[in-house]
């Protein structure tokens, strides 16, 4: 599977921003999709992720009120909607993939396949 993240770039806090991954090699709609995201100096963490069908996502608490998952499995892509974005968003964002039976996944390194990344930059 090949992930591809794009959609970063230098926004105002407060302000919104849609990150996307597109994904190719596998059939999509096998696929449990995560968002994870690196600030400098702190680990991996997770955001969230949306099972397969869509019909089911899960958030990190830290993020649940202001992060939205969605996918299109016609386009084999998911978005990541941040609203009322702050300083402390400012990271690098990887999707992430995997197979599984279970709807859920939180750990990164139950990923097995993982996007270059996007950087986010908010300005205070």
């Known amino acids: 599977v090949q992930l591809q993240a794009f959609g970063g770039g230098l926004v105002q806090a407060g302000g919104s921003l849609t990150l996307s991954c597109a994904a190719s090699?596998?059939?999509?709609?096998?696929?449990?999709m995560g968002w994870f995201r690196r600030a400098p100096g702190k680990e991996r963490e997770f955001v969230g992720c949306i099972n397969s069908s869509g019909a089911t996502t899960y958030y990190n608490e830290t993020v649940k009120a202001r992060f939205s998952i969605s996918r299109d499995n016609a386009k084999n892509t998911i978005d990541l909607q941040i609203n009322n974005l702050k300083p402390e968003d400012t990271a690098v964002y990887y999707c992430?993939?995997?197979?599984?039976?279970?709807?859920?996944?939180?750990?990164?390194?139950?990923?097995?396949?993982w996007g270059q990344g996007t950087q986010v930059t908010v300005s205070s």
């Open positions: 992430a993939a995997k197979t599984g039976l279970r709807p859920i996944y939180r750990r990164s390194r139950e990923y097995q396949y």
């Open positions: 090699g596998r059939t999509f709609t096998t696929l449990v």
